[in-house]
């Protein structure tokens, strides 16, 4: 349950507030805690750096993305990843507030051209993963982002894994991005939403697809006009803050901009609202995935090769509410932080709350050795509690 607080009625607002100037009223939202549907952690020494940032966010959960130098691609891999996580997380809840309590890593099964389809099936069987991501590479091994470059070659020669997973209901967590080189760097996610996931839908009709971090309006456009109505629908996004907040000007403010470079890259203005259209108007099929994707200074800013990724995890949920804020479309904000689609990763809407406050935040400039989106500047909302 949302429950939103205003501030007291002044005498002009005694008759009857418009639905604007009710949102300008609120200052205090308290909704579910709520689940990142997309994360990304790394491992050893960073991980400690970065996974007490979204314990901090209230999370009860995250969908841990499997992208790692050695890609968490088989059920031995991912039972030793989640335990390290375990370890790193128990490190920092004992002693430490409430907020680091029940917070569940949910696994993936990096999908490679050698995986099997029983492995895929036994690994979510046994409750090791909770879904299988998709990245995609070119013939060359050129992925389209960070660690991709094991992803798939022969996206026809994975269908007997999909009819897997279509069978039991697996969830299939898709990179869409199409990673030839002679396709337009602005136009990735369309061309794959034509080329590759189009025929997959068409061919499992039942497999339950997650568009991460979807950034092309167009691309929003076919996701939420899939189907025939959201009770029943299959076919999901998730959609960061970051491109809820930028467009591709930003990463040539002032020159080349590597914070603001990431894959999916932020597309021109008219994409962007109308994702954020979707998004904050309260669309059913479109929830919170951070896309949180930390790298260290050196990495990111070093002048070929630049990592791609940004950081979002310290200020997330205030930068999303931000966002709603912004829209006038507060009373939207719960749904896409702590409910919709959650039964798709195996998740219910949590039992516990969380508040939100109209109250300045500044956002912090570096965490570690890692760079912040929007690092020094102030946000209008905190999480409190």
Same mark, same amino acid.
């Given at each position: 349950?949302? @429950?939103?607080?205003?501030? $007291?009625?002044?005498?002009?607002? &005694? !008759?009857? $507030?418009?639905?604007?100037?009710?949102?300008?009223?609120?200052?205090?939202?308290?909704?579910?805690?709520?689940?990142?549907?997309?994360?990304?952690?790394?491992?050893?020494?960073?991980?400690?750096?970065?996974?007490?940032?979204?314990?901090?966010?209230?999370?009860?959960?995250?969908?841990?993305?499997?992208?790692?130098?050695?890609?968490?691609?088989?059920? =031995?891999?991912?039972?030793?990843?989640?335990?390290?996580? !375990?370890?790193? *997380?128990?490190?920092?809840?004992?002693?430490?507030?409430?907020?680091?309590?029940?917070?569940?890593?949910?696994?993936?099964?990096?999908?490679?051209?050698?995986?099997?389809?029983? =492995?895929?099936?036994?690994? #979510?069987?046994?409750?090791?993963?909770?879904?299988?991501?998709? *990245?995609?590479?070119?013939?060359?091994?050129?992925?389209?982002?960070?660690?991709?470059?094991?992803?798939?070659?022969?996206?026809?020669?994975? *269908?007997?894994?999909?009819?897997?997973?279509?069978?039991?209901?697996?969830?299939?967590?898709?990179? #869409?991005?199409?990673?030839?080189?002679?396709?337009?760097?602005?136009?990735?996610?369309?061309?794959?939403?034509?080329?590759?996931?189009?025929?997959?839908?068409?061919?499992?009709?039942?497999?339950?697809?997650?568009?991460?971090? &979807?950034?092309?309006?167009?691309?929003?456009?076919?996701?939420?006009?899939?189907?025939?109505?959201?009770?029943?629908?299959?076919?999901?996004?998730?959609?960061?803050?970051?491109?809820?907040?930028?467009?591709?000007?930003?990463?040539?403010?002032?020159?080349?901009?590597?914070?603001?470079?990431?894959?999916?890259?932020?597309?021109?203005?008219?994409?962007?609202?109308?994702?954020?259209? *979707?998004?904050?108007?309260?669309?059913? @099929?479109?929830?919170?995935?951070?896309?949180?994707?930390?790298?260290?200074?050196?990495?990111?800013?070093?002048?070929?090769?630049?990592?791609?990724?940004?950081?979002?995890?310290? !200020?997330?949920?205030?930068?999303?509410?931000?966002?709603?804020? %912004?829209?006038?479309?507060?009373?939207? &904000?719960?749904?896409? &932080?702590? =409910?919709?689609?959650?039964?798709?990763?195996?998740?219910?809407?949590?039992?516990?709350?969380?508040?939100?406050?109209?109250?300045?935040?500044?956002?912090?400039?570096?965490?570690?050795?890692?760079?912040?989106?929007?690092?020094?500047? %102030?946000?209008?909302?905190?999480?409190?509690?």
């Amino acid at each position: 349950m949302t @429950r939103i607080y205003a501030r $007291p009625l002044s005498p002009r607002f &005694l !008759t009857s $507030p418009s639905p604007i100037e009710r949102n300008k009223m609120l200052n205090r939202i308290t909704i579910p805690r709520w689940f990142d549907r997309h994360l990304h952690i790394r491992d050893s020494e960073m991980m400690k750096t970065v996974l007490p940032c979204t314990l901090k966010q209230r999370a009860t959960g995250a969908i841990i993305m499997p992208n790692l130098a050695d890609p968490i691609s088989s059920i =031995e891999k991912a039972k030793a990843y989640r335990e390290r996580i !375990t370890v790193v *997380y128990q490190a920092h809840a004992e002693g430490t507030p409430g907020y680091y309590s029940r917070f569940e890593p949910c696994m993936t099964c990096y999908l490679t051209d050698s995986t099997s389809p029983d =492995e895929v099936v036994r690994g #979510f069987q046994e409750g090791v993963w909770r879904a299988v991501k998709l *990245y995609m590479a070119n013939q060359k091994g050129q992925g389209g982002t960070t660690g991709s470059a094991h992803g798939v070659k022969d996206l026809l020669g994975r *269908y007997p894994v999909f009819e897997a997973m279509e069978k039991h209901k697996i969830p299939l967590l898709g990179h #869409f991005e199409a990673v030839e080189e002679d396709v337009d760097e602005f136009d990735r996610e369309i061309v794959s939403v034509d080329r590759d996931l189009k025929p997959i839908l068409k061919s499992f009709p039942g497999l339950p697809v997650v568009f991460e971090h &979807l950034t092309d309006g167009r691309a929003a456009d076919f996701v939420a006009g899939y189907g025939c109505c959201d009770e029943h629908a299959t076919l999901f996004a998730t959609v960061t803050a970051h491109h809820l907040m930028i467009n591709r000007n930003a990463m040539f403010w002032g020159g080349m901009n590597a914070g603001h470079y990431c894959k999916p890259v932020p597309k021109r203005e008219s994409h962007r609202q109308r994702v954020r259209k *979707y998004v904050t108007g309260g669309h059913r @099929r479109f929830g919170a995935g951070t896309d949180s994707a930390p790298h260290d200074e050196q990495m990111k800013s070093r002048c070929y090769g630049c990592a791609a990724g940004i950081f979002t995890a310290p !200020t997330a949920v205030e930068m999303y509410t931000t966002a709603f804020d %912004e829209d006038n479309a507060l009373e939207h &904000l719960g749904a896409f &932080l702590s =409910e919709n689609f959650l039964g798709t990763y195996g998740m219910r809407v949590s039992s516990e709350q969380m508040t939100i406050e109209r109250t300045p935040l500044k956002v912090p400039v570096k965490v570690g050795a890692v760079q912040v989106f929007k690092g020094g500047t %102030e946000l209008p909302w905190k999480l409190v509690g």
